[in-house]
């Protein structure tokens, strides 16, 4: 069976622009641990990323706060300025050209942006600025 949580509505998402999460996943060991995504939206297209970059592990977002070459309409990173393709998440310019971002299965249901099949923590939670805490909202699956 497949399970969809909903992570937003698809017009809290402006075209053109990226959003980024907190949530809790468990890892192998059974604890809460912080895992930041974000989502991309082009027209109509969502994609669905971990935030993590592939150059040394970074959130992309966390220098100096933003997921976008608003210029060039790229997802970048702003630690060392790598360019990604938000359609496919690879890096075509940068220190990690020939990487690419690890994509997370998204769908579009009934309006909102779901995450599919993925084991989240009981408590989860969106929109937490520290990476490191672990948060406390509860997403409802559907
Ligand atoms: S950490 Fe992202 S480009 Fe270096």
New binding site residues.
Partial sequence: MTELFAICATYEIQDGDARGFVLARLDADGNKKAWPIFIARRGNSFHGYENV??????R?D??PGEFLDREANFLA??????KFDPDTGA?FI???KGKSLTPIEIVVDDGDVCLVNVPLAEEDGLDVEDPNEVPEVLITGD
């Fill in positions: 970059c592939p150059h040394e592990g970074k992309l966390a220098y990173c702003g630690r060392h300025q790598a890096c940068g220190p990690c």
